[in-house]
């Protein structure tokens, strides 16, 4: 054998770096379903079954395009349990002249494969991964000599570099951002559309008895299972979320509503991050889907800003940052993480609402992770660094280099203010406008203090109080403060009270 190819669980793209570099005829692909990677967090029992489904269903595409493949199985004989072991074993097996493999997505697998090729006594070639659209030294150029890094300036030069949504030089519309037009609350509708759901088929099935064999104490169900775990269902997912929801995508972004976990979201992050479908790809399929007039402008747009603006701007930011970034605590928050994140038991309606449908769909949207799950976290003062294992674990399309920059820097500004301009802080009031979670909640969410009163509101102000002299320094928080200020004496002795008492409940 010439080269051997590891392909990785996120690495599913048949035009991948490594697999471009190879030939069928004369080198070998190694997958494994690995103990290690499944539990180094306790991952979604969903999220392990999609991966597993969905590399063994590649592995059968590559085989079908000409490919050999030594595919190792979770409860195979000879299953080391790690990349490095499983790799070593192959090696021994295959006896190839080098490994080929395409950049990892995280850096703790990135730093295993700068050790391969002393361990393993074999030459490492490791390409790039062409993926993406910005590579991390482009990032990194990017951000030298830039007193701030914002997502806005970065995402126009995306814009000129893929010429998305551009006429010559100029942003389609006059405008780079329609951001302002897609605020809307969303109403209840009988004719919501619904992500593409699939069938188990065999292969699935085999997997899903396996997980649940292995894994059935971790967190979350395993059915219904119903994610796509071929190229050809993802593909057609993704279409039918063009074709029905995606004209109203950028109207409801922010919007929640209990019942509706899906709204007209894409679901489509497992599969972009996986490999199943190319971000380049289906921002092209928005485009032309604008120019046809079926979708309309902030639709399109906002969309293509989440992919080739937020993705790969975290992505820079992680790349940038690790290995230090993940222990960032910049509020110096230490509180655990209260156990409702796991067992959705709490009387807090919107919560309840978001971890249940995390357990039951490993998905949540944005808004339900950044305003409900991350915001409370953020002012009841948690564990930055549990949060993280929480957000990286519970969902499907969750890989650290996309889940930690979120979670760490936007959601609970623990890098101090690097990747957002401000913390996403907000009351109940904010919950109640995008959502209609408030209506059947025990919490008042009109009550500041009391028994009563909505969690979200004492919470938020104590929040203010508490972080009043970094919070100063941003011109952007200024009116929060004035209306703290503006309370008196007596009323911020009661949202102390009542944010104390809330946070002893949770002990
Ligand atoms: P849509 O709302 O339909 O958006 C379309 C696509 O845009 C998504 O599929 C995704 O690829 C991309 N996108 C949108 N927002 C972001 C963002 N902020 N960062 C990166 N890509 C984005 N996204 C992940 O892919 N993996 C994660 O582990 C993850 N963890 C998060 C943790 C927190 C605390 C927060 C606030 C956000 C996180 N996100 C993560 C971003 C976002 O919530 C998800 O990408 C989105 O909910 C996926 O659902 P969707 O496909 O229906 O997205
Ligand atoms: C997330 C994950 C899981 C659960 N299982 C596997 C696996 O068994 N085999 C594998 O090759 N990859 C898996 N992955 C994805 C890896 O963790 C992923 O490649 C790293 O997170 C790097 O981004
Ligand atoms: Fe959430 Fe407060 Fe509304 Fe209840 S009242 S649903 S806790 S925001």
């Known amino acids: ?45 969903k999220k392990i079954a999609f991966l597993f489904s ?20 979770l409860d195979a004989a000879e299953n080391g349990g790690g990349f490095t072991e499983q790799l070593r074993q192959a090696v021994k097996t295959h006896r190839p002249q080098r490994i080929v493999v395409t950049e990892p997505g995280e850096w703790r697998v990135g730093q295993m494969m700068a050790g391969w090729e002393e361990q393993l006594s074999l030459p490492v070639d490791i390409l790039p991964d062409t993926r993406f659209l910005c590579t991390p030294d482009e990032f990194a150029a990017w951000a030298r000599g830039r007193k701030q890094l914002r997502m806005e300036y970065f995402y126009r030069e995306m814009r000129r570099k893929t010429g998305l949504l551009m006429e010559g ?21 009988l004719f919501m559309p619904k992500p593409k759901t699939c069938k188990p088929d065999a292969i699935t099935k085999e997997v899903l008895a396996l997980v649940e064999a292995r894994f059935g104490n ?27 929801a995606l004209p109203f995508f950028g109207d409801y972004q922010d919007a929640m509503l209990t019942g509706e976990p899906f709204l007209y979201h894409a679901v489509i992050s497992q599969y972009l991050n996986c490999g199943l479908l190319d971000p380049l790809t289906v921002c092209r399929a928005v485009e032309a889907a604008y120019h046809s007039g079926k979708v309309p402008l902030n639709a399109a747009e906002g969309f293509i800003r989440q992919i080739i603006g937020w993705r790969e701007y975290v992505r820079g930011i992680y790349w940038l940052k690790m290995p230090g970034y993940v222990s960032l605590n910049a509020l110096d928050h230490h509180r655990p993480l209260p156990d409702f994140y796991w067992t959705a038991e709490t009387d807090m309606a919107c919560v309840k609402a978001a971890v249940t449908q995390t357990k039951q769909q490993a998905y949540a949207h944005h808004i339900q992770r950044l305003m409900v799950t991350g915001n409370f976290a953020l002012l009841a003062g948690i564990d930055p660094h549990a949060l993280h294992e929480w957000y990286l674990s519970v969902y499907a399309d969750a890989y650290e280099w996309v889940e930690l920059p979120n979670t760490l820097g936007m959601s609970q500004f623990a890098d101090g203010g690097l ?8 009351s109940g009031a904010y919950i109640n406008r995008m959502s209609n979670y408030c209506g059947s909640c025990r919490y008042d969410v009109k009550q500041r203090t009391g028994a009563k009163a909505c969690p979200f509101n004492a919470l938020y102000w104590d929040f203010i109080a508490r972080h009043r002299d970094r919070l100063a320094k941003n011109p952007r928080m200024a009116q ?28």
Request: proline share 5%; charged share 25%; hydrophobic share 45%.
């Open 218 to 244: 971790h967190f979350g169900d395993l059915e219904p299972f119903w994610f796509a775990v071929t190229r050809a269902d993802a593909q057609a997912a993704f279409t039918a979320f063009v074709d029905h």
């Open 1 to 45: 054998v010439r080269n051997l190819i590891p392909v990785l669980g996120d690495q599913l793209t048949p035009t991948l770096t490594s697999l471009a570099a190879g030939d069928p005829k004369q080198d070998v692909v190694l997958m494994a379903e690995l103990h290690d990677e499944a539990t180094y967090v306790r991952h979604h029992k």
């Open 419 to 426: 990747l957002a301009s401000k913390p996403y802080a907000a």
């Open 169 to 189: 030089d100029t942003p389609e519309g006059g405008r780079w951002n329609y951001d302002t037009e897609n605020r809307k609350p969303a109403a209840l509708d």
């Open 480 to 507: 929060m403060l004035r209306s703290y200020d503006n309370f008196d004496a007596a009323e911020r002795e009661r949202i102390a009270d009542s944010a104390a008492g809330f946070l002893a409940s949770l002990d």
């Open 54 to 73: 969905a590399m063994r269903h590649f592995a059968e595409e590559l085989r079908a395009a000409g490919w050999t493949v030594d595919y190792v199985t």
